[in-house]
């Protein structure tokens, strides 16, 4: 089984820009949450994504948002870029029966805001 | 609030030694998830073990073994005779029941010298 895949794996953009970040998870998974990692506040949690619908959302302002689609793949967007959104992006994948809260994470995308 | 605090934030041993890796939760939830992560410089994050609140047995799983004791609100991870393949930044984290949601710590950075 394929697992989590994040894309694109690095970027790089300006402030003020906007970006998007997609994310597969794996097969038969329906909840797709996101992360961000940054060396000052280390792993925090952007949102939860469950059937195309928002589950859950972290302290991020409106600039952070996401969606997800049928075949539950998900984007999330950032929207007027600040250099403090320069991060790792991890997307993790839960399934629907099983382990409980346990999710799989995908390799990132480093987005870098110059 | 739910909040997990790992306070070493480096290690640095010879290879062949044991080490422990702390882990220190709150929450108010009496149904809640424990998980460790390794995280290798690729920066996917390694799923490693997962405990509920109502199992306090110890595990072991070859040189690595985890103490759970709710008294103290602690889960302790050690690795017995480390390897340098063990050298990762580890991570500790917390979900509530019926959330994906993890809240993590703020990660040990393991070394382990040849």
């Known amino acids: 089984k394929a697992g989590v895949t994040q894309t694109p794996r690095y970027l790089i953009k300006t402030r003020g820009q906007q970006v998007t970040l997609s994310c597969s998870p794996i097969s038969g998974h329906r909840s797709v949450s996101w992360y961000q990692q940054t060396p000052g506040q280390g792993l925090q949690f952007l949102f939860e994504?469950?059937?195309?619908?928002?589950?859950n959302k972290g302290n991020f302002p409106g600039r952070f948002s996401g969606r997800q689609f049928s075949n539950s793949r998900s984007e999330m967007n950032v929207s007027t870029l600040e250099l403090g959104d320069s991060a790792l992006y991890l997307c993790?994948?839960?399934?629907?029966?099983?382990?409980?809260?346990?999710?799989?994470f995908g390799p990132g995308t480093r987005l870098t805001v110059l | 609030a739910q909040k997990v605090t790992q306070a070493q934030t480096e290690i640095s041993v010879v290879e062949k030694e044991d080490v422990t890796l702390d882990c220190v939760y709150e929450t108010r939830d009496t149904t809640y998830y424990l998980f460790w992560y390794k995280q290798p410089p690729s920066g996917e994050l390694v799923f490693l073990i997962r405990r509920n609140s109502f199992d306090e047995q110890n595990e072991i799983s070859g040189r690595y073994s985890w103490n759970f004791q709710k008294s103290t609100s602690s889960f302790n991870f050690t690795i017995t005779a480390s390897q340098v393949v063990d050298s990762a930044v580890y991570f500790c984290a917390l979900s509530e029941e019926g959330a994906q949601k993890l809240v993590f710590g703020q990660g040990t950075r393991l070394t382990i010298n040849p």
């Open positions: 993790a994948s839960s399934p629907p029966v099983g382990v409980r809260g346990q999710q799989f």
């Open positions: 994504y469950f059937s195309e619908t928002q589950r």
